[in-house]
């Protein structure tokens, strides 16, 4: 799903989806959905919310997705809101992810 421009051809904000398992896993049509970023100047503008609306139904529609899961921190109510807003819940889901941090940088990307 790609992400939003302004009238300057600049990146305003940027969304992921992907299918995360392999077709024979019970959760093959389960999307990672999320790392909505928003640039700061734009923040309150609720691009996040449409964006992130426009790639649920994105999945859903055009690619065959039936289920969406995310990763928000425990301490990031905004996502979480935002997250609630679009209809994606609390579960005991609980998955692990290994990322280096010197391939992807260090910076906290949401606020």
Same mark, same amino acid.
């Given at each position: #799903?790609?992400?939003?421009?302004?009238?300057?051809?600049?990146? $305003? @904000? $940027?969304? *992921?989806?992907? /299918? %995360?398992?392999?077709?024979?896993?019970?959760?093959?049509? *389960? $999307? /990672?959905? &999320?790392? !909505?970023?928003?640039?700061?100047?734009?923040?309150? +503008?609720?691009?996040?919310? !449409? !964006? =992130?609306?426009?790639?649920?139904?994105?999945?859903? +529609?055009?690619? =065959?997705?039936?289920? /969406? %899961?995310?990763? $928000?921190?425990?301490?990031? @109510?905004?996502?979480?809101?935002?997250?609630?807003?679009?209809?994606?819940?609390?579960?005991?889901?609980?998955?692990?992810?290994?990322?280096?941090? +010197? #391939?992807? &940088?260090?910076?906290?990307? *949401?606020?």
């Amino acid at each position: #799903m790609p992400g939003r421009n302004d009238e300057d051809n600049k990146p $305003v @904000a $940027v969304t *992921t989806s992907l /299918f %995360m398992h392999p077709a024979s896993s019970p959760h093959a049509k *389960t $999307v /990672f959905w &999320g790392m !909505l970023a928003t640039r700061p100047d734009r923040r309150g +503008e609720k691009i996040a919310l !449409l !964006l =992130g609306a426009q790639a649920i139904v994105h999945m859903w +529609e055009k690619e =065959g997705a039936r289920g /969406f %899961m995310t990763g $928000v921190r425990q301490d990031n @109510a905004s996502s979480a809101a935002l997250c609630n807003r679009l209809g994606i819940s609390d579960t005991d889901w609980t998955y692990s992810v290994c990322i280096d941090p +010197e #391939m992807l &940088g260090r910076k906290n990307l *949401t606020k």
